[in-house]
């Protein structure tokens, strides 16, 4: 069982601007002379061609693959063969357009130097095409377009659009590239979903295109409001819209509130008005920042009877509550006192804080005393004083991802002045 050679792009790609090449093994000879065959003629962008290599006499010695490139011959990388002669290649990366490709054995011990025949391939080029729907999100009514590029951006290519009619594809509309791209006016009279995909015919040097499914289902802009109960939540916190269906509306009552994520809408919770069509929906956001909803009237899984204009709401760090406590109020200057305390937040945002600071106010400005680790939401300090008199502290903690940070309100605690005992 032969062995194959691999070589990694990044490496090739450092050796040279051009296309990947993998060295592998096939079938061994005896006869003098060093050929090359290609399996195809031609190959789709993107796709291995392989090519079959055999010196002869077959013995493990060092190839050069060269690539002709811009009108010269261009080293591409080196290997040795297998012990039986056996040098195939596998070409991977080269742009549409015809190729050739050739190798050389040099001199080697015993053995002359001997060239291999040049193979010639042409590379086909791949089509491809983005499309969108232009407002992604149209009411019923909005001018609405299917749009894209096509690549390889061309001039005067046919893109021809098909609609799904009762289960099968139906030519809609032609149009014709100019510099790759292209665009197609699409209805949105009905808030049913229309489907649509792009077809391109091949040609000598272009494969040719068939698209996925492009999904439109228009909705009426009119029949519910929703306005949220805060622009800003804090983190562990919920996002609720209330607002009421329209009374021509109720008899679909269904509220589904979608939060949008690029250009597409998605369901984050659901909710049913009340029989007047008020209604309240709510959900609680994964992520920080700013996300962008609205509230869809569904009178089944798949049609809609109204909805909302968009709203903004905004997740924020949520605020840390701390809580600390000395164990006195006033010591004698030569004792310790302890100070405990507890962190509050809402969610987990609590379990996030993991140091808590001990600080003293001193000349105008509030010193480190000592750190701490919280364990289960709780802290404690052992403080020492420094000095006679009454002094202010406080405790804090570092913002955390999704928590600010945390102050607690200031103490005092007196160190009362040092009597020695009588004698």
Do not use: C
Request: net charge positive.
């Amino acid at each position: 069982m032969h062995r194959r050679r691999t070589l990694a792009a990044a490496a090739l790609v450092a050796a040279f601007a051009g296309p990947v090449l993998v060295a592998a093994p096939t079938q061994a000879a005896t006869k003098p002379s060093f050929t090359l065959k290609v399996a195809h003629k031609t190959v789709v962008e993107g796709r291995y061609l392989h090519i079959d290599g055999l010196v002869k006499p077959g013995r493990a010695r060092p190839i050069n693959v060269q690539a002709k490139m811009d009108g010269h011959w261009e080293d591409v990388f080196g290997f040795l063969t297998e012990r039986d002669g056996e040098a195939d290649i596998d070409a991977l990366g080269f742009d549409p357009g015809k190729h050739e490709l050739r190798a050389f054995a040099p001199r080697y011990k015993s053995y002359k130097a001997i060239a291999s025949n040049t193979v010639t391939w042409t590379v086909i080029a791949r089509t491809r095409t983005t499309a969108a729907f232009s407002p992604a999100a149209p009411v019923v009514g909005q001018a609405t377009k299917l749009s894209g590029v096509l690549h390889p951006a061309s001039t005067g290519r046919v893109v021809k659009v098909q609609h799904l009619v009762s289960g099968h594809w139906a030519a809609w509309k032609s149009v014709t590239t100019v510099k790759g791209r292209w665009a197609v006016n699409v209805p949105t009279g009905t808030a049913t979903q229309h489907s649509y995909r792009v077809v391109v015919a091949g040609t000598k040097s272009k494969t040719a295109l068939k698209t996925r499914r492009y999904d439109l289902t228009p909705l009426y802009a009119t029949g519910v409001s929703a306005t949220p109960t805060s622009a800003t939540v804090a983190w562990g916190g919920a996002v609720t819209a209330t607002g009421s269906i329209a009374s021509g509306d109720r008899s679909a009552r269904t509220i589904s509130l979608q939060q949008r994520s690029g250009a597409t809408w998605h369901q984050v919770a659901r909710a049913t008005a009340a029989s007047n069509g008020a209604y309240s929906v709510h959900t609680t956001p994964t992520e920080l920042g700013a996300g962008s909803y609205r509230v869809v009237v569904l009178k089944s899984a798949k049609a809609v009877a109204a909805t909302s204009s968009a709203f903004t709401a905004t997740v924020v760090q949520a605020p840390v509550t701390l809580a600390a406590t000395p164990s006195a109020t006033s010591v004698p200057f030569t004792d310790t006192f302890t100070v405990s305390g507890t962190v509050s937040a809402s969610g987990t945002v609590a379990d996030e804080v993991e140091y808590a600071t001990l600080e003293r106010f001193e000349d105008g400005a509030w010193v480190i005393d000592s750190s701490n680790g919280v364990d289960g939401r709780a802290f404690t300090f052992q403080v020492s004083n420094y000095s006679e008199g009454t002094h202010t502290y406080r405790v804090v903690t570092d913002a955390t991802e999704h928590g600010l940070a945390g102050v607690s309100p200031s103490f005092a605690v007196t160190a009362e002045p040092f009597s020695p005992p009588e004698p």
